[in-house]
């Protein structure tokens, strides 16, 4: 047995050692307190916000209640843009497990007691199936998955693999769900005491319009923010203030009832009435798309109709366009058709889409840049009789071309205008001459002009992308320089710029800031803000403005035979076709433009069209932009309350609608075509009209209208002839002499040389019965000037 040593005093600790032992672990413990003191300190006072803000988290729930985005209406009240409620339905699965356990723990329970009570057998076998499926596995929640997969339309094992993460609280099974379905879904989960599935109240965009005005309008982003148009531009006007739900929550994430509930009510956006006038714009964007199908054009086509006293905007179209319901669906067929060859995650796909998006969303008419052309020369002009740089009497000699320092100038036309004043130089369109009142004007003056028409600063138009223009400064601009602006070449404006400054030249003179809003009203329909006309300053005199808007009525004219005559009005309007300059444009590529304004003595209405670069025979603005606006003039004016007043020239070529007179009494029917001018022929005895051939259209005066009185009476059937050559009147009298009618399309139908082009709506030879109406188109050939 080991004998215990007492231990010497050599192995004793020190008085020293013991001293130096306290001192550490005195040092250890101070420094333990200050930590702690630290830490509470950061607790309580420098993080106090941030450890408040967590357990409140843990403590409360925020439900946010979404405001309604404002409407957009056109100026009769059609709603063009609106939001509606829809719902996000997602999944907690955490809740979701802990509600189907508290399920499995409440049947463990019944059929522990129907077990307990000798129950049914086959009953006993449907609780054990129940809880079987209920067990936590890959397959769970099959009645909820099956339910949710069939109510919403997703993949069932999507469904399955969102009620099966426990590592989330939130997972969105699908956006964007319509009412119908969601109070389906909310009934279902009450009947089965759910919580763990939710209906979450949203707003989804709808365009009731669909394409109309898509481009003015615009649309939104996935998140629900404005992104293009007027939706971008008054995003914070239409998007309103969302409201929230906060209340009490237990440690599992349940509301606790009763315990606390506090609401902030959302505040729905503001809505907008706009200038814009849906049948306007439609009759815009048909004919646009009726051009722009002619003219194949390679940047595509724009248009804008504006009045030109207060730039209240009436429409504004670019074809092509796109559906804002469907803002990503390409529109463009042959981009669309090169996609198709593409794998779609390919670096090259997703260019081309990106590319192709952001082409179809852009307004042309504000954020692209032309060479305006001889439009232009409105300004060119105005600007030199203001400054009194030339007056009406002056010449301007005209021998097809120009020199102009080492450059040569040519006249759109080949043939020599000789002298000309203003009114001669505007009608011919001529080169030359604006080369020469643009010299008379000097670079100071012209640029000074320039600026004042608002050429080098945006209009100020309320749409977001308006585009700066691209022009020489006084300082940098040279002789030659001086002479192609003259006519409308070097600088590169935007169409809202042009059709800007053209309206100052002939409502009085006054530059205006185009708008598209003309109100904005509160949710309860309250204007509280009426958007007034801006008038920017004064350009040039009332007086030039006059004698502008007389020299444009003289353009028309002068040309009865034009593509730019309206019969039965008084309007003003010039043409323009610039070639395209680019670095990146190879060969000859142009732009052809129209602008006109109507009545030409007070004018009320201004439309610019815009093709650029037709890839057709035709390319002057004459010819494919003209024949645009005398569409839409045609069809807006008398909606308008401007009704035409004809000439008498024009009254005897005048073609009318035949009435329907089907049903009417015979004798009514001959006195109203009598009336019309109409000649007819009744087939049978009877006293009522049965049928008539033709039965609408319009046609020449002095046609024939076949009335049939009686049951069964048959139709005496004609053969067409070829009318390709003939002039209107020996058309005529060719279809007359088979009891046929005609009805002459196309501008210059009144021209002495005007002939058939060929295109007849009905072949030669065709077997069709008398009466009918054969449509043919004439053409004189006379295009204008340029």
């Known amino acids: 047995m080991r004998k215990y040593q007492k231990p010497t005093e050599a192995d004793l600790p020190t008085r020293v050692m013991k001293n130096r032992l306290t001192r550490y672990v005195v040092l250890v413990l101070a420094a333990l307190v200050v930590w702690i003191v630290i830490q509470i300190f950061k ?333 232009f020369k409105v300004i060119t002009g105005s600007s030199a009789l203001e400054e009194q740089a030339i007056t009406l009497d002056d010449t301007f000699v005209c021998n097809t071309f120009i020199q102009v320092a080492d450059t040569r100038m040519h006249c759109w036309s080949n043939i020599d205008h000789g002298a000309q004043n203003l009114y001669d130089a505007m009608t011919n369109s001529c080169n030359p001459a604006f080369v020469q009142i643009g010299q008379r004007l000097g670079v100071e003056n012209f640029c000074k002009f320039f600026k004042s028409y608002g050429f080098t600063e945006r209009t100020g138009i309320d749409l977001p992308g308006e585009a700066d223009a691209i022009y020489h400064s006084a300082e940098n601009m040279s002789l030659v320089d001086l002479a192609a602006s003259s006519f409308g070449q070097s600088n590169k404006i935007t169409p809202i710029q042009m059709i800007t400054a053209y309206a100052a030249a002939i409502n009085g003179g006054y530059l205006v800031t185009p708008q598209v809003v003309d109100k904005v009203v509160d949710p309860k329909g309250n204007v509280i803000r009426d958007v007034e006309p801006v008038i920017k300053r004064q350009v040039i005199s009332a007086a030039t403005s006059e004698t502008m808007r007389k020299i444009l009525e003289n353009v028309v004219v002068s040309e009865p035979d034009s593509n730019s005559y309206v019969k039965g009005y008084h309007i003003g309007g010039k043409s323009g076709t610039s070639q395209k300059l680019d670095e990146d444009v190879t060969g000859n590529t142009y732009v052809g433009s129209y602008c006109a304004f109507a009545p030409a003595d007070d004018p009320q209405v201004i439309m610019l069209v815009m093709i650029d670069h037709p890839t057709g025979a035709e390319f002057y603005g004459s010819e494919i932009a003209a024949p645009v606006c005398v569409e839409i003039l045609s069809e807006i004016l008398p909606y308008m309350g401007y009704f035409p007043q004809y000439t008498e020239a024009e009254l005897e070529n005048l073609q009318v609608k035949v009435p329907g007179m089907e049903f009417n009494a015979v004798d009514k029917a001959k006195k109203t075509l009598d009336e019309m001018g109409l000649k007819y022929i009744v087939q049978g005895n009877g006293e009522t009209v049965l049928k008539q051939v033709p039965s609408s259209g319009s046609v020449e005066k002095g046609s024939t209208v076949i009335l049939y009185t009686e049951e069964g009476y048959s139709e005496k059937l004609v053969t067409v002839p070829n009318l390709r050559g003939l002039t209107k009147k020996e058309a005529k009298l060719a279809l007359e002499g088979r009891g046929l009618n005609l009805s002459a399309l196309g501008n210059d139908t009144d021209a002495e040389d005007a002939k058939a082009e060929g295109d007849q709506n009905y072949a030669p030879e065709t077997v069709i019965p008398e009466g009918t109406v054969v449509s043919v188109t004439f053409s004189s050939g006379v295009i204008g000037s340029q």
């Open 43 to 375: 607790v309580s006072v420098t993080e106090a916000d941030k450890w408040q803000e967590l357990a409140n988290s843990q403590q409360v729930r925020s439900t946010v209640t979404p405001a309604s985005r404002g409407t957009i209406y056109d100026t009769n009240g059609q709603v063009l843009a609106q939001s509606a409620t829809v719902y996000t339905v997602y999944v907690d699965p955490v809740m979701l497990w802990k509600d189907y356990l508290e399920k499995n723990d409440e049947r463990i329970k019944e059929l522990k007691e129907l077990i307990a009570k000798g129950g049914d057998r086959d009953k006993i076998e449907g609780y054990q199936k129940k809880l079987d499926s209920i067990k936590p596995s890959d397959r769970a929640f099959p009645e909820l998955v099956e339910f949710l997969a069939t109510t919403l339309g997703v993949e069932p094992e999507k469904v399955r693999g969102y009620c099966t993460n426990k590592e989330s609280r939130y997972e969105i099974i699908k956006k964007n769900v319509e009412k119908a379905a969601a109070v389906k879904i909310e009934n279902y989960l009450t009947e089965e005491g759910l919580d763990g599935v939710r209906c979450e109240p949203g707003t989804k965009r709808f365009y009731p319009q669909g394409a109309l005005a898509a481009n003015v309008i615009g649309h939104l982003s996935y998140d629900g923010d404005g992104i293009y148009g007027l939706e971008a531009y008054y995003d914070d006007t239409l998007r309103g203030i969302d409201g929230r739900v906060i209340t009490a929550t237990a440690r599992d994430g349940t509301e606790i009832p009763y315990r606390y509930r506090q609401s902030y009510e959302a505040q729905d956006g503001n809505s907008l009435i706009l200038n814009v006038d849906v049948n306007i714009q439609y009759q815009l964007e048909k004919a646009l798309d009726k051009a722009v199908k002619k003219t194949n054009p390679h940047d595509r086509a724009c248009g804008i109709i504006m009045d030109p006293n207060t730039g209240a905007i009436r429409a504004m179209a670019t074809n092509f366009s796109y559906d804002p319901n469907a803002p990503a669906v390409i529109t463009d067929n042959k981009t669309a058709a090169q996609l198709a060859g593409l794998d779609e995650n390919s670096k090259e796909y997703k260019k081309i889409e990106l590319d192709a998006w952001s082409l179809q969303w852009k307004n042309k008419a504000i954020s692209e840049l032309y060479n305006p052309g001889s439009v």
